[in-house]
Structure formats: C-alpha cells, structure tokens
C-alpha cells in the first residue's frame, strides 16, 4: 500500500515538475512587446530594355529580383528583432525608368547599358534627387496621415541613392545628412537598396540606421564604458580584453574593416549581451565561427541578433528593447 502512494507521489511530482518547466517559455512570450507593423512604399526602378526583347534591367545584367530580395530582408528582421519588426509593404511600385539625378540627369536604357558593358562613362555627380521622388509618390502627405511608416528604394547600381537617409522636419544624421525641408511632421527613413547585392548588403543598411539611431539615443558613440551603447559596439582592437559585440564593420576580433572572417579567437560580452540589462560581464572565448566565418549576411544577422530586445527601461532609463528606437522611433523622444 505505502509503494503504491509513494509510485503515485512520484508521479505527481513528475508531472508537476514538467508542467513546472513548460512555463518559462509561456511566461518569456509574455515579456516580449507586442510587435509594430511598420507600413513600407517599395519603389523599384527597373526598367523595361526594349531592345533585349523587353526583359527588366535585372534581368538583363542578371541581377537579383527587388521584390524577392525585399522579401528576404524583412523576414531577417523579423528574425533578429525576436519578431518585434514585422515590416508590411503596403505599395509596391515597379518602375519603368531610371531615376533622376539631383542635377536633372536620367540614363536612358541605351546610356546606361553602354557604362555598364564599358565600366566607365557613369555620370557625375551621382546623386540622387530625392526631393522629385518624395513629391511623385506624395510621400510626405502619406506620412503624415499614417498610410506610410518608411520608404525603401531597390535601384540599379550608380543610381545615386544614400544606404539610408532621415527625412521630415525634425529629421537627423541616419547614415547620410538629413533631409528637413521635407514637409513631414513625423520624421522617416528612406532605405536604399541595390539589388545587384544581396540581402547581407541590406542588412548592412539598416546596420549602419542603427548605429546612426543608437548613438542619437545615448548621446555619443565613444571606444568606452560610458554607457550601454558603448559597450555594446567595443572590439577587441579599440577595447583590449573588454571585446562586446563590435559594430556593422567590426566583429569582436576584427582588426580592419568588414574583417568578418579573422580567424584568431577572441574573448568576447557578447554572450552577456542576450540577457540585457540582466548583464554579468561574463566573457567566452569566440572565433569568427560565431558570426559566419567571413559571411556578410549572417555577420549582420548575428550582430543585429545580440542587440537588446527586452521589455520595460535598463538602469540607464533607455528602452531596453533597442529595436524600438531603430524601427518605431517616433514613439521615443530620445530617438526622433
């Protein structure tokens, strides 16, 4: 009799204990924020060659698909920011054009196409005229009126476009001098993707918006402990033993630009950094195995990854969810 309850006790127990361990994750769903959905324009200019028997200008010089590359983006983001940034493209516009320059300048099919299969003759200045493509798509008025969030352009190479850029009246440096005679009330950002690259190069996009982003929030960007986006961003060259989680260009055991596959291991917070602001300072020893041996798309993917993503404030009073400010920075007065 005593047998028979004590194999009944171990039982409970056992169910107990497993219906113990299942919460965790239940409650960890919990913590997270809620997503944002952000509402994205994709313009993308590739135009129609009527001479090479109406192909797009992709296909044509055998460059990758906008629409397919700008799928893959968003799903990586959604990936890294634990499902927090959820981008809806709401407007697709397929363009058959090229873009104008700020100068006025706009290659024909037969212009472009012959600086292409030459390598020269690429018109200068490059740049873009911005001004002309916001005003076409009625951009600012969608922005105010919320049918729009941001605005990503997937062109040709040489089309003059910045890899992301800030607009609307309150607008700041994003990886380009801000546009703030642009009359939106709500500051945006304008992405700019070439689709002769890939995802990774996308991703180095909204990187570099993040450094850009980050350092506006904390006030500064700094090789020091000062605060959190600091220590974030060291790397073993700049911060000997107290290697983070290094920035777009640099791993943690980088000693030069998009220095991804250095082999040579390295300690490294980075670790540490997944559970932020819970941080120990815990170190392991890490190679460039972590982050893709070299791998451009999945360096980034690591490095955006580690960025924090908790609910509520750290101890320094900021989001503790960094995604918050590089995507729904309109809601924080620190980041617009």
């Known amino acids: 009799m005593r047998d028979g309850w004590s194999r009944r006790w171990v039982l409970l127990l056992v169910f107990l204990g497993a219906a113990g361990m299942a919460r965790p994750p239940a ?3 919990l913590r997270r924020d809620r997503p944002v959905h952000p509402k994205v324009l994709h313009l993308i200019y590739d135009p129609i060659i009527e ?4 192909k797009r200008l992709h296909e044509v010089c055998r460059w990758n698909d906008a629409d397919r590359l700008a799928a893959q983006y968003a799903a990586d983001v959604k990936e890294t920011s634990g499902g927090f940034a959820q981008f809806h493209v709401v407007d697709t516009r397929v363009l058959d054009q090229f873009p104008k320059k700020k100068d006025g300048f706009r290659y024909t099919d037969e212009s472009y196409l012959e600086c292409f299969r030459t390598g020269k003759g690429w018109h200068q200045p490059d740049a873009v005229d911005y001004a002309a493509i916001l005003e076409e798509f009625d951009v600012a008025r969608r922005i105010n009126r919320k049918e729009l969030d941001e605005v990503w352009v997937s062109a040709m190479p040489y089309s003059g476009f910045y890899e992301s850029v800030m607009a609307g009246k309150k607008a700041y440096f994003c990886n380009a001098p801000p546009m703030t005679d642009v009359p939106a009330g709500r500051i945006f950002v304008v992405m700019g993707f070439n689709y002769e690259r890939g995802v990774g190069e996308m991703l180095e996009d909204i990187g570099h918006r993040t450094e850009s982003i980050m350092r506006r929030v904390y006030g500064s960007w700094e090789a ?6 600091n220590r974030f961003t060291l790397y073993d060259k700049v911060a000997p033993g107290k290697a983070a989680c ?10 030069k630009d998009y220095d991804w596959g250095n082999k ?5 917070t980075a ?3 997944l559970n932020y602001p819970q941080l120990t ?3 392991r020893q890490m190679t460039a195995a972590e982050w ?5 798309r999945l360096h980034h993917k690591w490095w955006l990854n580690h960025l924090p993503k908790a609910p509520g404030k750290g101890p320094d009073g900021k989001q503790a969810n960094w995604w918050k400010y590089v995507i729904d920075f309109n809601r924080y007065e620190e980041s617009r």
Do not use: C, R, Y
């Open 51 to 54: 001479a090479e028997g109406g």
């Open 27 to 29: 409650q960890a769903a």
């Open 264 to 268: 040579k291991p390295v300690l490294s």
């Open 281 to 283: 300072g815990a170190q």
């Open 246 to 255: 290094g920035n777009v260009h640099f791993a943690p055991n980088s000693t």
């Open 292 to 296: 893709g041996a070299g791998d451009i």
């Open 271 to 273: 670790d540490d950094w």
């Open 224 to 229: 020091d402990e000062s605060h959190a986006w």
